[in-house]
């Protein structure tokens, strides 16, 4: 987790905890916190996470810090704690709840014969890179992002999440749940000042989570 995304949860009242790749009991973890973030990192999710061969281009992988990810996404929806997703998080979250990525966003793009953006921008990742459009109801999220990757979710595979936000060439940018507090976003919100709303999103389910934490506990329908 960067200090950005430090700071940026200290600035919405939460204090942040931070766990390490690796063997760890996730019982325990998630017995003590009220919200997990899942933030992006400089690798891909294997096409195996999703039932798929390598087709395209496939950086540097981490399979401890995938499979803690993974893991955290199953559990955070079966225990209802709400979860935020940022840019290779989002991706964890829409692998995790069982659906797939576009594993190279170009490479999609041409066997489709369409043109997309370029999405690994080369200007300063603190400037927005492309503009964003919103679901009705969603339009605080913002009207422009910037842009740091070269997989994305696939539209056709979104494990039940449903689509909020996108790039102007289809793009999928952000996602959330209808059955869980959990909302994934593809760009890197806490290096743009005009993300606080995003943190602040998250930061009100966080405390109604840890006010009704007592209550006894029910599986959401379909939760393995």
Do not use: K
Not at 136 to 152: I, K, M, R, Y
């Amino acid at each position: 987790m960067s200090e950005h995304t430090v700071e940026q949860l200290r600035a919405v009242g939460l204090t942040p905890l931070l766990l390490p790749p690796g063997p760890t009991d996730l019982a325990r973890v998630l017995d003590v916190v009220a919200g997990v973030v899942i933030t992006g990192g400089a690798f891909d999710i294997h096409p195996a996470h999703y039932g798929a061969a390598v087709t395209a281009r496939l950086d540097t992988v981490d399979e401890g810090r995938t499979d803690l990810e993974l893991r955290l996404v199953r559990e955070c929806a079966l225990r209802n704690i709400p979860l935020l997703g940022i840019c290779g998080g989002m991706q964890a979250m829409v692998v995790g709840r069982g659906g797939g990525l576009l594993q190279d966003i170009a490479t999609d793009a041409a066997t489709r014969g369409a043109t997309v953006l370029e999405h690994e921008q080369q200007s300063d990742p603190a400037t927005p890179g492309h503009p964003l459009r919103c679901e009705p109801g969603w339009e605080w999220l913002g009207d422009a992002v910037n842009s740091t990757h070269h997989q994305a979710a696939d539209p056709a595979r979104l494990g039940g999440l449903h689509a909020i936000a996108y790039a102007p060439d289809g793009t999928i940018e952000a996602v959330a749940a209808s059955d869980a507090p959990m909302i994934g976003v593809q760009w890197h919100p806490e290096l743009l000042p005009a993300s606080n709303a995003l943190f602040q999103y998250f930061a009100d389910h966080v405390h109604r989570h840890a006010r009704t934490a007592a209550a006894p506990f029910s599986a959401l329908p379909g939760s393995r």
